[in-house]
């Protein structure tokens, strides 16, 4: 149980263009999603709370207006990339708790973004 | 903002021996985890601590959780080969987790 899958495992663009990276819970329903940001050789930092039906919150530092959250179900929260750029370029996470009552999260196997 | 001290950086050590590691804090939590993460991978949950004193055990993988509830522990014993990876601790707090900076494992066969 607490599958979670990311879509897709990598991807190339060119700078100026948008990118989507879904997120899904295989086997539980999730109300509210993470999504990380890792550089190499570097911790995972949080980028915002992905909340189903509602806004999502993000992090200090971090452009709502860049980084697009949508969290339509309770299965699949999406990160969309808007207008990115080379520095963009990073390794990106998103992770699901089981439920109120659990803190432990589960991660998806990561998105490699590539900006050209 | 808080901030986890993990230690050490990264750890070179002999198959069969074993590992330990920690993270401290200058903030309480109340729930402290620990993560492996492989090369281009997710981390996966190892084991999760609620209670200040837990000691926790998931076969070779041993945590415990401070009794200041400002520290925990990992203890891996008989290392493999597969043990090869970077070990997070994360503690949690209110709607969100902090993660320690890892800890790089290499076991040499």
């Known amino acids: 149980g607490a599958v979670v899958s990311q879509h897709p495992s990598w991807v190339i663009c060119k700078s100026g263009t948008s990118v989507k990276i879904e997120c899904r819970s295989l086997d539980f329903q999730a109300t509210t999603m993470f999504w990380y940001r890792q550089f190499p050789k570097q911790s995972l930092m949080l980028m915002a709370t992905s909340n189903e039906g509602s806004k999502a919150t993000y992090e200090q530092g971090v452009e709502k207006d860049k980084f697009l959250i949508n969290h339509a179900s309770l299965t699949l929260s999406t990160l969309t990339v808007t207008s990115a750029h080379p520095e963009d370029s990073s390794f990106y996470i998103c992770?699901?708790?089981?439920?109120?009552?659990?803190?432990?999260?589960?991660f998806g196997p990561g998105t490699r973004l590539t900006v050209t | 903002g808080q901030q986890l001290n993990q230690s050490p950086q990264s750890m070179f050590i002999q198959e069969g021996e074993d590992v330990s590691m920690n993270c401290t804090s200058s903030?309480?939590?109340?729930?402290w985890l620990w993560y492996k993460q492989d090369p281009g991978e997710g981390p996966v949950l190892l084991i999760a601590l609620y209670k200040a004193g837990e000691l926790t055990s998931n076969g070779r993988l041993t945590a415990q959780f401070g009794i200041t509830r400002k520290d925990s522990f990992l203890n891996i014993s008989a290392s493999i080969p597969s043990d090869v990876g970077i070990y997070f601790c994360a503690g949690q707090l209110p709607g969100k987790l902090i993660f320690g900076q890892g800890t790089t494992l290499q076991v040499k066969p």
């Open positions: 992770s699901a708790h089981l439920g109120l009552a659990s803190y432990e999260q589960y």
């Open positions: 903030s309480i939590f109340n729930t």
